[in-house]
């Protein structure tokens, strides 16, 4: 089986189809497979078996003859006596691939003739044509083509198949624009608030601008004014600067930053430049007296 075709669900109710046995059934839709892109095919029962029942016990002959009853399919043979069969309605419902239908320099590939060419190719007179054992042979040498062809390429489903076909029951959608059209998706926006944050926050590598900004929002969302989060960031990015972070992985994760954590309310003094330690307001005690207070009994003690 060298093609791949459209099972719309409205088969599964078909009347006709319904009527027919399980195995018939499966030989249906088996045909579609092995028929050209006009829904042709050269019939032998055993080719027929081993192509859609390889493994399975089933009289072909019966359930292509339930098939032909029912008007699923049309047999009948061309003039020298070979074996065909059309499936009925089959361009109305299959779209099959442009490969099929012609060559690569856009030449239509010759397919098997249908009932109504065989029944007039007696009759008709004048103009010079293939004779109907001619068509017969050009299409088997096609079709021996295309299903010798790369494997890979018979079993890829065809593109349009994927795509439901409006008589399908389902609406048809069209496929997704290719990348750099139309349909690219639109460039974030941010909040100008949060654009200055952003501008005045520390640089550093792999901070997500989307995710800080989630962050953000947030925060305001909750309640948080967003000058006292400006604020923090310019405290903060002064302390990164002054400390040598800026730039480095030790910079804050934007997201970590505005998260609910609030990083941007804490003081962020930076350390003085020497290196030491700010004074402390906590000197001069040895410099005070403090029994001056005391009664005389306490200080005798």
């Not at 010079?128 to 018979?154: C, F, G, H, I, N």
């Not at 792999?206 to 004014?225: I, L, T």
């Not at 960031?233 to 002064?238: D, G, L, M």
């Amino acid at each position: 089986m060298a093609r791949a075709r459209n099972l719309k669900p409205g088969f599964f109710r078909d009347a006709k189809v319904v009527s027919c046995s399980f195995q018939a059934r499966i030989l249906f839709q088996g045909l579609w497979c092995m028929a050209d892109y006009m829904g042709r095919l050269k019939y032998n029962p055993m080719e027929v078996k081993m192509e859609i029942f390889p493994a399975d016990d089933v009289d072909v002959p019966a359930c292509m003859e339930e098939l032909n009853s029912t008007g699923l399919i049309t047999m009948y043979h061309d003039c020298s006596g070979a074996a065909l069969v059309q499936v009925t309605n089959f361009t109305k419902h299959q779209n099959p691939h442009v490969n099929e239908r012609q060559d690569r320099n856009k030449n239509p590939i010759p397919c098997l003739p249908g009932p109504d060419e065989v029944a007039r190719s007696d009759d008709e007179e004048g103009e010079e044509k293939p004779t109907v054992e001619q068509q017969v042979r050009d299409a088997l040498v096609v079709l021996r083509e295309y299903s010798e062809s790369d494997p890979a390429d018979s079993l890829n489903l065809i593109p349009d198949s994927l795509f439901p076909l409006p008589d399908s029951g389902f609406p048809r959608t069209d496929p997704p624009p290719p990348a750099g059209s139309a349909g690219k998706q639109r460039k974030l926006t941010y909040p100008d608030e949060f654009e200055q944050a952003w501008k005045e926050y520390p640089k550093r590598p792999g901070n997500n601008k989307r995710d800080a900004c989630k962050a953000w929002e947030a925060r305001v969302k909750a309640g948080a004014d967003p000058d006292d989060i400006l604020a923090g960031v310019q405290r903060y990015a002064a302390f990164c600067r002054i400390t040598g972070k800026t730039g480095t992985e030790f910079v804050k994760q934007g997201a970590t930053f505005f998260g609910p954590s609030e990083h941007y309310l804490d003081d962020w003094t930076p350390p003085p430049p020497d290196g030491k330690a700010p004074p402390s307001n906590h000197t001069g005690f040895s410099d005070h007296e403090y029994t001056e207070h005391l009664p005389d009994w306490a200080k005798e003690a």
